[in-house]
T-cell receptor
Framework: AQSVTQLGSHVSVSEGALVLLRCNYS??????LFWYVQYPNQGLQLLLK??????LVKGINGFEAEFKKSETSFHLTKPSAHMSDAAEYFC????????????FGTGTLLAVQP | EAGVVQSPRYKIIEKKQPVAFWCNPI?????LYWYLQNLGQGPELLIR????????DSQLPKDRFSAERLKGVDSTLKIQPAELGDSAVYLC?????????????FGEGSRLTVL
């Protein structure tokens, strides 16, 4: 069975500070990993995805994530937080195939302080 | 290009009443998903359609939930009768593939409150 664990349901950073949102996965097969963002009262939007190509993945809005197999991690980072980054972030895993199912973590709510 | 459209955005009903949610996916997307998002939780898949066929409905509580996707385009998710624990956001998403490596496009969700 696959799963993802997001450490920290709430993260608060100052504007301009580094953003680090943690995600660890569990999968018996090589996983595909995703980060989605949800702004208030909006649907989820894909930030970036890892599909077994480059381990460092760059996404929209300056975010990036690194796939580390040895640590079973896929942490999301951004060098400098902006007020507009305040949102909820979800890590997700799937293994592809005909019965693919996207499994989401419980989410991390990011607050950005001025 | 229009995104995934859901309606209604908000619905308040009393327990034991029926409720239905509608979803119009992005044009050309053959895969449609209904997810349930409880407060403080990540989305959980209820049902996935490939065209008009439900290919994964293992998480759909079939005693009270039903879904259909006529003609492989729009979809409706119904709850009858609703229970207090059904209060949540119901998200619809679509994709042009199975979603394994492709991107899911989500609607804004339908927030249900059961009193």
């Amino acid at each position: 069975a696959q799963s993802v664990t997001q450490l920290g349901s709430h993260v608060s950073v100052s504007e301009g500070a580094l953003v680090l949102l943690r995600c660890n996965y569990s999968s018996s097969v090589p996983p595909y990993l995703f980060w989605y963002v949800q702004y208030p009262n909006q649907g989820l939007q894909l930030l970036l995805k890892y599909t077994s190509a480059a381990t460092l993945v760059k996404g929209i809005n300056g975010f990036e994530a690194e796939f580390k197999k040895s640590e079973t991690s896929f942490h999301l980072t951004k060098p400098s937080a902006h007020m507009s980054d305040a949102a909820e972030y979800f890590c997700a895993v799937s293994h592809g195939g005909a019965t693919n199912k996207l499994i989401f973590g419980t989410g991390t709510l990011l607050a950005v302080q001025p | 290009e229009a995104g995934v459209v859901q309606s209604p955005r908000y619905k308040i009903i009393e327990k034991k009443q029926p409720v239905a949610f509608w979803c119009n996916p992005i044009s050309g997307h053959n895969t449609l998903y209904w997810y349930l998002q409880n407060l403080g939780q990540g989305p959980e898949l209820l049902i996935r359609y490939e065209n008009e066929e439900a290919v994964d409905d293992s998480q759909l509580p079939k005693d009270r939930f039903s879904a259909e996707r006529l003609k492989g385009v729009d979809s409706t998710l119904k709850i009858q009768p609703a229970e207090l624990g059904d209060s949540a956001v119901y998200l619809c998403a679509s994709s042009s593939g199975t979603g394994a490596t492709g991107e899911l496009f989500f609607g804004e969700g339908s927030r249900l409150t059961v009193l």
